[in-house]
């Protein structure tokens, strides 16, 4: 690697001010990364946000609501992202989630280009420089996706020439990253996951790493956000076929303080979400319209809520992620409703309902599920857009859908929230739905 560069990576550790990015002595960062266990070591640098998620997009989901209290406590642009404002920075603010986002593909960029300076001695060597590049396309497709998916309009498939992101595809900090197409972002997303997908062995060593099953399953994100149904359909077919197990929520116990294990069975890549005030307070609680929308029987209104001790109100009790952290990886649950959308909308109507059943089977108490077999459709597209609201909550793939389904004016709603008996209100099509890029990272890029 070029040291010219890796001065530019020191320093953008030194000196980065997102919260817990650099919890160690700026010294210790001041290491050229040379070997292929160096690389490894970058990759999985989980507790500097390679394994973080993004938040905003969570927060002006319909998937909560909060007591005033709260609400006044969040940070600018925290509160913004929840009551849908436009005030989101103070003026020489970087954004918390969007340098999540770029530092992720920063460091991927590091691996990347360390890996193509470096001289393999021997065939294991070769086969282990090869992945670890995979694994760093995998993860700087991911902290690409991160960005676009809140710093992006609503992709629509008639418009793609609309104005996207910086793609980043060096780690130069003084490179040029001038501001792509939505669909010339999209699309560098893609080849770098369906690049990883064709090197990567099937499953990783551990869950926090890069794997196909996980590159697969990121390529059916991105394609069905992109209302590519096609590849949706063969990209979830192809990580469903690489592992389909669900977990059957009769076997799980509401009682423990962490419902679901850690790395549990449907776990294909493990991430969570960046921590805020928001995070664990109990007054953060589930949107009511959601809350309504499961029946007794279903074991996920036991498994994931807690009554709160206001009347009638929920908080989300059990995580994917086996801790305290909100789980915003990806997940079996997901792809299964990723391949029922596509194999619906593609006319694939049996194979969408199967995809249901299996699903609803896993969540429903023992006995008490009744196969459906009756939809068709509108109807069909109609229930699993809703079984992906109640399965998927708090993982940040429900303003993804968002910003997909309301598109479409049969299925578009108005959101609405008070804060201090003011009104906020978010509309179908609104700008909204487009979180404003940062002014520093503005003022520094004149690409923008």
């Known amino acids: 690697m070029k040291l010219s560069k890796f001065i530019y990576f020191i ?10 990015f650099l919890d160690t002595k700026p010294e210790k960062s001041l290491i050229i990364p040379k070997t292929l266990d160096d690389f490894q070591a970058i990759l999985d640098a989980e507790p500097r946000l390679m394994n973080s998620i993004t938040k905003m997009g969570f927060l002006a989901s319909d998937e909560i609501v909060m007591a005033d209290p709260l609400v006044s406590l969040l940070t600018l642009d925290e509160r913004a992202a929840y009551l849908w404002e436009g005030d989101f920075y103070t003026p020489d603010a970087a954004g918390v989630d969007w340098s999540v986002g770029y530092q992720r593909v920063f460091y991927a960029n590091v691996v990347i280009e360390g890996i193509r300076d470096y001289k393999p001695t021997s065939p294991f060597e070769i086969q282990r420089a090869s992945e670890l590049d995979a694994a760093a396309r995998f993860h700087r497709a991911f902290g690409h996706f991160m960005i676009a998916a809140q710093f992006m309009g609503p992709y629509d498939p008639g418009n793609p020439t609309a104005p996207g992101i910086p793609i980043r595809n060096s780690a130069d900090l003084n490179a040029p990253s001038p501001r792509v197409t939505m669909k010339e972002a ?67 116990d509401s009682g423990l303080r962490f419902v679901f294990p850690r790395f549990n069975v449907e776990v294909i890549h493990h991430a969570h979400m960046i921590t805020g005030r928001f995070y664990n307070s109990p007054q953060t609680y589930v949107n009511p319209e959601l809350i309504n929308l499961y029946d007794s029987l279903d074991l996920r209104l036991l498994r994931l809520m807690a009554p709160s001790p206001l009347e009638g109100l929920y908080n989300l009790q059990g995580r994917y992620s086996g801790e305290s952290f909100l789980f915003g990886g990806l997940a079996t649950d997901e792809v299964v409703l990723d391949h029922a959308e596509a194999a619906a909308r593609l006319g694939y109507e049996e194979e969408a309902l199967q995809d249901l ?92």
């Open 11 to 20: 320093i953008f550790l030194s000196i980065s001010g997102c919260e817990g």
């Open 357 to 448: 059943n299996y699903l609803l089977k896993n969540r429903y108490l023992q006995g008490a599920f009744i196969q459906l077999d009756d939809l068709s459709g509108d109807s069909l597209i109609w229930r699993i857009a809703e079984e992906r609201r109640k399965e998927l909550l708090y993982r940040g793939v429900r303003w993804l859908d968002m910003k997909r389904y309301f598109q479409d004016p049969a299925m578009a709603k108005i959101n609405v929230r008070t804060y201090q008996n003011r009104e906020y209100r978010l509309e179908p099509n609104s700008s909204k739905y487009t979180f404003p890029i940062p002014p520093r990272e503005v003022r520094l890029n004149d690409q923008l």
């Open 186 to 252: 999209l699309d560098f997303i893609r080849e770098d996951l369906e690049f990883a997908s064709g090197v990567l062995p099937d499953f990783p060593e551990i869950p926090t790493r890069a794997s196909a099953w996980a590159t697969e399953a990121m390529l059916s994100r991105v394609s069905l956000y992109m209302q590519d149904y096609e590849k949706a359909y063969l990209h979830s077919g192809n990580a469903l076929e690489i592992k389909n197990e669900l977990l059957d929520y009769n076997t799980l």
